[in-house]
């Protein structure tokens, strides 16, 4: 968002709307909070990092058995879950 676009409340009104401003920062917006008309301070949203490395970045690290969907595994599996007695 930018600086000619945050928009502005006083220290009441922030304290009334709370759970809207949070939302509207959680929504990628920046709030300021004036006390007099003066600007002291600004709500912005947490950095969120996501590392990703894209697809088939893990090419040649997996190693799968032969029989990695054989019924014997998948029923192994789904006792271990407890779905099968």
């Given at each position: 968002m930018s600086e000619g676009a945050t928009e502005q409340y006083n220290i009441h009104e922030a304290k009334t709307n709370l759970s809207r401003?949070?939302?509207?920062?959680?929504?990628?917006?920046?709030?300021?909070?004036?006390?007099a008309g003066r600007p002291v301070a600004k709500?912005?949203?947490?950095?969120?990092?996501?590392?990703?490395?894209?697809?088939?970045?893990?090419?040649?690290?997996?190693?799968?058995?032969?029989?990695?969907?054989s019924p014997e595994v998948n029923d192994a599996i789904a006792r271990d879950f407890g779905l099968l007695p």
């Open positions: 401003i949070i939302d509207r920062v959680e929504h990628g917006e920046e709030i300021v909070i004036s006390r709500v912005i949203p947490f950095p969120t990092k996501v590392s990703r490395r894209g697809r088939g970045s893990l090419k040649g690290q997996l190693h799968m058995a032969d029989d990695w969907d």
